[in-house]
């Protein structure tokens, strides 16, 4: 027993020792090498002539595929910058907060002991209202990719954010529903320990009993419960419904569609942003979501170069399509680099300083991005952003625009 | 320097962790005060969770050590005591002014509480023979997270107004919204400090070094080591298992009083399964019974996660690997025999090199 207990102990020493060794690679990694194509944390060597941009993200965990698609989606953004050339560079530092608050407080800390000079908040919502509360109090510019909760941005004059809020998904979902006629009896499948579902749903219900829709009823699932959906199903098919509202991320919604084909229900599933991704999930038939409806501002199978370039990139570094978590990094990114431009901001200025600039500059200017569907991205003081959600439907495994 | 040498082991003991305590508040204190950046960042963030999970760990240590019950709901406590903490705090944001105050109630509160829930639970499971307290807390803790995972409580001139499921409040002018749901509580200020840490987690170390080295507290021991033997000298086991179970939610609630008053932001989610395992592994790795090592484990665990970000992508495997590592390291005498035997050989060679 002892001399197993030893070599438990000499194995578990040898494998921190050679983690410990590969932790160190990838510390030291330079971003302009393809070391930063592994997906670990890429920081360049301060040059001092680049901006400090930190954010913190769920890079392990059960939320990890959009907190790596945000990382992955600023690093292309950052390497194109650099590529290119020019006065404002960016160094990037994402930090794992794995979906928690008290961790994303953590990692914001080691950030700002890192000598962040600009934020991209947090990839998730409920880090994003910790996180962003300290950039307030740190005088600390920010602008998330994708923390969409209006608690987010309310009352801080220095958080911005790249994706429409929750409440207003669920309002152009209602609208969408009602304008395009596109069911009579409606229910609504919604996570009740997620903000994000949650926000959707409450905006969802108030805008659909206004429009007259019919909601004929809704039933709830958890972290704990989001592996069987029979019930829920087979309640919307008994009380008739012939559309089923899905405000959730691909992964529950995935399964929803699975199961409902194997009940041979048919009922038209419309989904908000967190679907897209959907296609492209590993183990799912891609054919069950013929037909699905969906908002979202960013469409990986558009025609113009911009998008394109931005597929083909990340196809080949990460093996796979991004989502409009990646895409919306990769505008937050370019947002920062035109408004750091219009201030005049140069990298030796403290985090105070820049963050006075942009505070000024931000609701200014206009970005044509990869999610602003050509019509260019803008925001009001308050730092919500100004772009309308598009209506998308899956025809033969790919998105087409619905009007 | 006689006098503690011929102490009583246990009065020693807890000399020692009182002094640990002491220590290790006045160095952080003179850091922050005097050295420019303080303790850095990172570390000045984490002072108030630190501060928790040490008093969580007493406490759960007084269940799982001393009176030698299993509990794997302690972050149901926790929770409880985090959302009505927390919910009075916000609630008397205008009539108690005075943060340390008003922190002090909502921490009193949050302990009597929790300790009714645990009084709850403890009366029927605490009568069983076996290890029934563990499958009963497993499950408390878990109706706990989506309990209050669907609460709705808000609080304006007219009174309080609770909804179930989902928000039916109508707040008039002024109301507060206190607990919303799955958004959990958004604290509007912090007014958790590390000083009311520092406080809490010595009276949890008097509650217990007073609670265990009484008559009281020998009964409970009693109880564990054989309760056969306890209840013929007419020790009534149910009852002081009772006391220590009742006691350590108390403190637990307090605990959780402090970490959501020094939170921006928390939701019923963090309180699941894996914090009260959590905490478990800082009591097992402290020592069971052993308080100053709780002390010590639950900090150090608090702080690696972080000091091993360097690590990037693999943090969180290193950080288990260094689990088992110091799991195996305190707890293996082949090791030890190993070092000494090379601490032996080394003075041969020095003495035979001369």
Redesign the interface.
């Known amino acids: 027993m002892n001399s197993k207990k030893f070599l438990a102990f000499t194995m578990a020493a040898a494998m921190t020792l050679s983690l410990a060794a590969c932790g160190g690679d990838s510390g030291s990694a330079s971003s302009t090498g393809d070391a930063s194509g592994a997906g670990s944390t890429s920081t360049v060597e301060s040059t001092g002539s680049a901006f400090k941009i930190g954010g913190t993200g769920p890079l392990t965990g059960t939320a990890a595929i959009y907190g790596l698609a945000a990382q992955r989606g600023a690093q292309i953004a950052v390497d194109e910058i650099q590529e290119a050339g020019g006065d404002i560079q960016f160094e990037l530092n994402y930090q794992d907060d794995q979906n928690v608050p008290e961790t994303a407080v953590n990692a914001y800390n080691n950030l700002k002991s890192w000598g962040m000079q600009i934020s991209l908040g947090s990839v998730t919502s409920q880090p994003g209202i910790a996180t962003s509360v300290y950039n307030n109090e740190d005088r600390i510019f920010a602008l998330t990719p994708s923390a969409s909760s209006p608690d987010v941005i309310e009352g801080k004059d220095n958080v911005f954010q790249m994706c429409f809020s929750d409440p207003n998904q669920g309002l152009a979902s209602a609208q969408y529903i009602s304008e395009q006629g596109l069911g009579e009896n409606i229910y609504i499948i919604w996570k009740n320990d997620d903000v994000y579902s949650t926000g959707i749903k409450d905006q969802f219900v108030a805008e659909a009993e206004e429009l007259g829709l019919n909601v004929v009823g809704d039933s709830t699932f958890t972290d704990d419960t989001a592996n069987d959906f029979t019930v829920q199903l087979t309640d919307a098919q008994q009380k008739g419904a012939d559309l089923i509202f899905l405000p959730m991320y691909y992964t529950p919604a995935s399964l929803i569609l699975t199961q409902a084909d194997a009940m041979g229900y048919e009922p038209a599933f419309f989904g908000v942003d967190g679907m897209d991704g959907i296609l492209t999930m590993d183990g799912f038939d891609a054919s069950l979501a013929e037909g699905v409806m969906l908002l979202t501002p960013f469409n990986a199978d558009a025609e113009d170069e911009a998008t394109q370039a931005f597929v083909a990139e990340y196809e080949s570094r990460y093996g796979e399509t991004p989502n409009q978590f990646a895409a919306d990094a990769y505008d937050c990114i370019y947002a920062l680099k035109l408004a750091l431009e219009t201030a005049g901001c140069t990298p030796d200025m403290s985090a105070e300083e820049i963050n006075d600039a942009l505070v000024e500059v931000f609701p200014t200017i206009t970005l044509t991005g990869l999610t602003g569907d050509g019509e260019g991205i803008t925001w009001d003081s308050t730092g919500a952003v100004s772009k309308a959600p598009k209506g998308m439907v899956i025809q033969d495994g790919a998105y087409v625009g619905m009007d | 320097m006689n006098r503690i040498l011929h102490m009583k082991k246990s009065t020693r003991s807890s000399l020692f962790t009182y002094t640990l305590v002491i220590v290790a508040y006045v160095v952080i204190q003179l850091l922050r005060a005097f050295r420019e950046g303080g303790v850095?960042?990172?570390l000045?963030?984490?002072l108030v969770?630190i501060c928790a999970y040490v008093t969580m760990a007493l406490a759960l240590n007084l269940v799982v050590g001393v009176s030698g019950e299993l509990s794997l709901g302690h972050a149901g406590f926790m929770s409880i005591g985090a959302f009505a903490g927390c919910s009075v705090a916000a609630a008397l944001q205008n009539t108690v002014t005075l943060d340390p105050l008003r922190l002090a109630l909502s921490m009193v509160l949050g302990a009597v509480i929790a300790g009714f829930f645990g009084f709850l639970i403890g009366v029927p499971v605490l009568r069983l023979n076996g290890d029934y307290l563990a499958i009963v807390t497993l499950a408390f803790g878990?109706i706990i997270k989506?309990l209050v995972?669907?609460i709705y409580l808000g609080v304006d001139a007219d009174g309080p107004q609770f909804s179930f499921?989902?928000?039916n409040n109508q707040l008039g002018e002024g109301g507060i919204e206190l607990i919303r749901?799955?958004?959990?509580v958004?604290n509007s200020e912090r007014i958790a400090t590390f000083t009311a840490g520092f406080v809490l987690v010595l009276v949890a170390l008097f509650i217990i070094f007073n609670l265990v080295n009484s008559r009281t507290g020998r009964a409970i021991m009693a109880a564990r080591d054989n309760r056969i033997a306890a209840e013929s000298v007419g020790i009534s086991v149910t009852k002081y298992k009772m006391i220590a179970f009742v006691t350590s939610a108390a403190l637990a609630g307090a605990a959780g009083t402090l970490y959501g008053c020094g939170?921006?932001?928390?939701?019923?989610?963090?309180f699941d399964f894996n914090t009260s395992i959590l905490i478990l592994v800082f009591v097992v790795l402290g020592g069971l019974g052993n308080m100053w090592g709780s002390v010590i484990a639950a900090a150090a665990l608090t702080i690696l996660?972080?000091a091993l970000?360097?690590?990037?992508?693999?943090?969180?495997?290193?950080y288990a690997?260094?689990l088992?590592?110091v799991m195996?390291?305190t707890n293996?005498?082949?090791?030890w025999n190993?070092i000494a035997r090379i601490r032996e050989q080394r003075q041969e060679k020095k003495e035979g090199a001369k």
């Open positions: 850095g960042s990172v000045e963030g984490q969770p878990e989506s995972t669907n499921l989902s928000n749901g799955p958004v959990g958004t939170q921006v932001t928390f939701t019923a989610t963090k996660p972080e970000r360097q690590f990037a992508d693999y943090r969180m495997l290193v690997i260094v088992i590592l195996l390291a293996n005498p082949t090791l190993f």
